[in-house]
């Protein structure tokens, strides 16, 4: 069929042959057909190669080069299908099944047969005229923006384009009275208002919520949220030597919350708030990289938390620093070096693939809350259900954080399954951050540090040699 | 309350307006002037007819449970004046075994004051006339705002003699942990008197101390949650406001908040998750929270924003939302606040946010507020506040219209706690005895100092308008939301417009208790 070859082709703009014959069916009116326009496209198959192809297996693609898009996207019909465009007044008219012998409408065809039978038919006109019901059928969207206006995109199904068509297209007439949400197909309005309200929140605390927005409210002044890192901040404090409030102004400007339970320094906010207002915040990625903006600190610094475990004596600090992003984002090159310094060989963190680096994650003991979060988010999805095997997850608590996040964690695996670029952004971000990390690194007292290597050279330097 | 009253005896040596006879009430006092001293002879002479009096009292009370409550009072003979013998003496019924009390117990005899005011009438009605100069009042249950009412005119007449009357029968009824009349009368008795007796600074910042010694981090956040769970009393101001600030701050990428609110940054942790989810880009957000303490509360409320601080940032991380928070803390009139200190940055788009807070400005600074706020140009400023016009004024006959005024807002909103708290509950107790230290404020302070003063949306809206402002109607999405959230409480809350001023409004029983608008500068 030619329109198997303008399915695949997104260049080519002209609508699909129908039919060679007449497309109208007996059912609906208009029915617009057109034919293909050959000399926009240039097959490398010719076209009978690409319909025997397609007939024999139903929905492969006849070959790459022509596939633009990907089947499983909505919208990508049968090739074989006839393709038919209806008006809105049809799309959207409810008796679509009419009796051709007084013109009597109705929804479903099988009432009207059930109709059909009462006007005592000979035998042969009773039977349903069985061509027409053979081929597949593809309904086009009537509104010319929309992408499935094009016979490439048409949906298979037409009771999926009618819904399609309100949906999109459509007044929304049907209201959710729990939660004031508008829906403009009524089937989706019903199967809204079942779990409507009856969605429950339960906050890392225990406690169990029926309404949102007090579930959020309570989440943010939680103490199980604020837990975690108080928890952290004492064992960390307990192990370390030199208690981080030594160096209360750059920790503070570094780092956020922890810091500010354990200081008792007034300054905290204000020094933080203008420390932010200095520089762009490490907290999250300098804007001119939007895509990471939109990454939760904490999802970036997994990938490279992992390899923290290797340096037992570093991690709680590291765990105390709320945005290791940034220091890792600003100094891979510094890990890579502690590799180096320890002895133990570890690919950048950044070559690990997802799954390797929640493996390793996984091994960590002591996590976090926000590294337990990411570890959610990195399960692509998985709302408040964290797989990874670590307890950790208890401390999330992202029922409905991690809706903000799990959606932008598949840019999150891109960016740092793929990533270089974002990361040089960061490294010249400030002399704090680099500071920062080399007086945390010093305090472990459990690494030496080497005087060149990964820290050696003071500045940025470090940071721009990845 | 007995203490009150001792302490009037002795400060009414001190006073010689507020009360005709410097009496220091020790029945046994033989301090007291030989005229008084008659008086209280005839006082324990008169007692037992008291006595019998106050057993006539359940003979015309109403069966209901409340006034045999009212009986045990009536049943501690205290007769504030009981010039004639009584007529009827029927026998005692019950036996009270408060010996009569000494007059000590509550300060005054009204017996020696009754000469002072020959030209009022009720100075000379024997005490049985006095209850049943209310006894309609008991029977339809308006006692505590009749009584309240006539202590108000009775201060703005300068009559001292039937305010006392007035007081002592309140004293006798009212308590903090009864019902709604009760607590009423408590509360604004406990205004009244320091009112009469110039102590209402004082009083206010006892108050004030007592309470903050309480204050801490835990307490406060469960008091917010709490009352945001069962009423919809400041959530209703939040949803409008963040919806009317997401509405303005759309396609922006760097929002600054300036927030001047008395629900300790309660309202932002939905905003934040909305900007989350809903935004594509996500977008930074600064908060700067004004908090306007007066010089002695620094302290606790400091510890308190700080916890609130380090929580918010945590919040904010957790939802991915590049976020930071910074608290001022302003001490006297908000608006002395100068917004152009506040560090804002070029690129930043600007909300500034009051809940509940204008109130608290000076009322003649009101319009130098808005202009300052005009002058900075904020992209939107949401504003919250109570609906009532509690101006309460200083004397005669403004103060009798203000004291109503605020007798029926206080009414209104100890109705709505009792309504939608449970029925023990610290909560609300704590919101009530805040509301206490509001009358004690509005009655017995000086209008200069008061922080309570609450005007109506018509007025706020037509100072705003004055100023170079004007209203941003809410979208129809924010109002489907506010009315959601109304759904989601009990019984009896609706949302409003008004014609004639922007905003909506929060109704509690078809009154509007809450009023939320939007305005940018012109």
């Not at chain 1, 010093?442 to 290597?453: N, S, W």
Request: overall charge neutral; charged content about 20%.
């Amino acid at each position: 069929m030619m329109f198997s070859a303008s399915v695949y082709s997104s260049s080519n703009k002209t609508s699909t042959s129908l039919s060679d014959q007449d497309a109208a069916t007996s059912t609906v009116s208009p029915v617009i057909t057109s034919k293909i326009h050959h000399d926009q496209f240039t097959p490398s198959i010719t076209l009978s190669s690409i319909s025997s192809h397609v007939q024999e297996h139903d929905h492969l693609y006849p070959s790459p080069q022509k596939i633009k898009k990907k089947r499983n996207l909505p919208g990508n019909p049968d090739p074989d299908a006839e393709v038919i465009a209806l008006s809105p007044k049809t799309l959207m008219a409810t008796n679509r099944f009419v009796c051709e012998i007084c013109n009597k409408g109705f929804q479903r065809d099988q009432n009207l047969q059930l109709h059909r039978r009462g006007h005592n038919l000979p035998w042969k006109l009773k039977q349903r005229n069985n061509k027409d019901e053979v081929k597949k059928r593809a309904y086009v969207c009537p509104e010319p923006t929309c992408v499935h206006h094009h016979p490439s995109r048409a949906l298979g199904d037409l009771t999926g384009i009618k819904k399609h068509f309100c949906r999109k297209h459509g007044e929304k007439k049907w209201k959710c009275d729990k939660c004031s949400k508008i829906y403009a197909v009524q089937s989706d309005w019903k199967a809204h208002s079942k779990t409507c309200g009856t969605r429950e929140y339960r906050c890392d605390c225990g406690t169990l919520f029926s309404r949102k927005d007090s579930f959020i409210t309570h989440r943010a002044f939680c103490d199980a949220l604020a837990e975690e890192t108080a928890r952290l901040s004492a064992a960390a404090a307990a192990s370390i030597s030199i208690p981080n409030t030594h160096h209360p102004s750059i920790i503070n400007n570094v780092t956020n919350t922890p810091f500010n339970i354990q200081l008792s320094s007034q300054n905290s906010t204000t020094s933080l708030f203008h420390f932010n207002h200095n520089h762009p915040n490490p907290t999250w990625i300098p804007t001119q990289d939007p895509n990471p903006a939109r990454i939760k600190p904490e999802t970036i610094n997994h990938p490279h938390r992992p390899t923290h475990h290797l340096l037992p004596a570093i991690s709680l600090p590291y765990y105390q620093d709320p945005d290791p992003t940034r220091i890792i984002s600003r100094a891979p090159a510094t890990f890579h070096g502690l590799h180096v310094s320890t002895g133990v060989h570890q690919p950048p963190a950044h070559h690990l693939s997802a799954t390797a680096l929640l493996q390793k994650a996984a091994t960590v003991g002591h996590v976090v809350d926000h590294v337990g979060s990411t570890m959610s988010g990195l399960d692509m999805g998985e709302l408040g259900h964290v797989t990874s095997s670590v307890g950790y997850h208890q401390h999330v608590g992202l029922t409905s954080g991690s809706i903000a996040t799990w959606h932008k964690t598949d840019r999150l695996t891109r960016d740092f399954l793929g990533l270089t670029g974002d990361q040089e952004v960061d490294h010249h971000g400030g002399v704090e951050a680099n500071v920062n990390v080399r007086s945390m690194l010093t305090y472990t007292g459990g690494i030496e540090i080497p005087a060149d290597g990964g820290f050696g050279t003071s500045g940025s330097d470090a940071w721009g040699n990845c | 309350m007995d203490a009150l009253f001792r302490l009037v005896s002795h400060q009414k040596q001190h006073h010689s307006h507020s009360f005709n006879s410097t009496t220091t009430r020790t029945s046994n006092s033989s301090s007291s002037k030989s005229s008084h001293f008659i008086y209280n002879q005839d006082q324990d002479q008169d007692q037992e007819e008291c006595f019998n009096f106050f057993m006539d009292e359940e003979d015309f009370s109403s069966s209901s449970s409340r006034h045999h409550h009212h009986n045990q009072y009536y049943s501690s003979p205290q007769p504030p004046f009981h010039h004639q013998s009584s007529s009827n003496t029927p026998t005692p019924t019950t036996s009270t075994t408060t010996t009569p009390p000494p007059i000590s117990h509550y300060g005054f005899s009204s017996s020696d004051l009754q000469h002072s005011d020959p030209n009022i009438n009720y100075s000379y009605s024997p005490s049985r006339d006095v209850t049943m100069e209310y006894s309609n009042s008991f029977s339809n249950n308006t006692w505590a705002s009749d009584l309240l009412l006539d202590a108000a005119r009775a201060v703005a007449d300068k009559n001292s003699n039937r305010l006392q009357q007035l007081m002592w029968m309140l004293n006798e009824l009212s308590s903090p942990y009864g019902d709604t009349d009760q607590k009423l009368s408590s509360y604004f008795l406990q205004a009244l008197f320091s009112r009469m007796t110039e102590s209402g600074t004082r009083s206010y910042q006892t108050l004030s101390s007592a309470s903050e010694k309480m204050c801490s981090f835990e307490s406060t956040r469960k008091l917010a949650l709490k009352f945001q769970e069962v009423s919809p009393w400041t959530t209703f101001g939040h949803v409008a406001s963040n919806g009317a600030i997401m509405d303005a701050f759309d396609g922006e990428s760097k929002l600054h908040i300036i927030d001047v609110s008395n629900t300790f940054c309660t309202q932002w942790p939905t905003l934040l998750e909305a900007i989350a989810t809903r935004t594509d880009e996500t977008p930074h957000v600064a908060l700067t929270t004004v908090i306007v303490t007066r010089t002695d509360a620094v302290s606790a409320v400091q510890k308190v924003m700080r916890e609130i601080g380090n929580r918010m940032e945590k919040f904010a991380r957790l939802m991915g939302v590049p976020f930071k928070f910074n608290v001022i803390h302003h001490t006297g009139d908000l608006s002395n606040l100068n917004f152009n200190q506040l560090t804002i940055e070029n690129d930043e788009a600007v909300a500034v946010n009051f809940n509940g807070t204008l109130r608290t400005v000076n009322n003649r600074r009101r319009d130098y507020l808005f202009n300052t706020l005009r002058n900075f140009r904020p992209k939107i400023i949401t504003i919250v506040e109570e609906e009532a016009d509690l101006s309460i004024g200083t004397d005669g006959f403004e103060f009798v219209n203000g004291f109503q005024e605020c007798l029926r807002w206080f009414r209104i909103y100890f109705e709505a706690l009792d309504e939608n708290f449970p029925k023990t509950s610290n909560e609300r107790l704590m919101l009530e005895r805040a509301a206490g230290r509001a009358v004690m404020d509005l009655v017995a302070c000086s209008p200069e100092e008061s922080v309570e003063r609450r005007e109506t949306a018509a007025k706020w809206s037509s100072r705003l308008s004055g100023c170079g402002f004007r209203a941003v109607a809410y979208s129809d999405e924010v109002c489907d939301d506010v009315r959601a959230l109304l759904r989601r409480y009990r019984e009896g809350w609706g949302m409003s417009t008004a014609e004639t001023v922007a905003g909506i409004f929060l109704l509690w029983k078809e009154t509007p208790v809450v009023w939320a608008s939007a305005w940018k500068p012109v």
